[in-house]
Nanobody, 128 residues
Framework: QVQLVESGGGSVQSGGSLRLSCVAS????????LGWFRQAPGKEREEVAA???????TYADSVKGRFTISQDNAKNTLYLQMNSLKPEDTAMYYC??????????????????????WGQGTQVTVSS
């Protein structure tokens, strides 16, 4: 069983920055997708960004150019650097993971339902 623990959320003003971190208790499988998701009140959970073991990334259009996903495999840690934050970025942010072995599949091709490990979430609030 893999446990994911997020940190780094908080309250900032519009235009500010935050960096989220997610530490995994273990990586299992030769391949993985690690993703950041967010859910605002009354809205569906949406994928923000994802990265695989090769370092290939994918981003939601709404955050391209402002958010950067990265990883430190030595520390089993996933990051999300968020710059130029907007009030519409306000949400609970979750990290999630899929681990598998075998054929490569891009994170872009993965649906939210395929992520089977989830953290508890960290709140990000952006005020105008």
């Amino acid at each position: 069983q893999v446990q994911l623990v997020e940190s780094g959320g908080g309250s900032v003003q519009s235009g500010g920055s935050l960096r989220l971190s997610c530490v995994a208790s273990a990586y299992t499988g030769s391949r993985y997708c690690l993703g950041w998701f967010r859910q605002a009140p009354g809205k569906e959970r949406e994928e923000v960004a994802a990265i695989d073991r090769l370092g290939i990334t994918t981003y939601a259009d709404s955050v391209k150019g402002r958010f950067t996903i990265s990883q430190d495999n030595a520390k089993n840690t996933l990051y999300l650097q968020m710059n130029s934050l907007k009030p519409e970025d306000t949400a609970m942010y979750y990290c999630a993971a899929i681990f598998w072995s075998g054929y490569y599949r891009s994170c872009r091709a993965r649906s939210t339902d395929e992520y089977n490990y989830w953290g508890q979430g960290t709140q990000v609030t952006v005020s105008s």
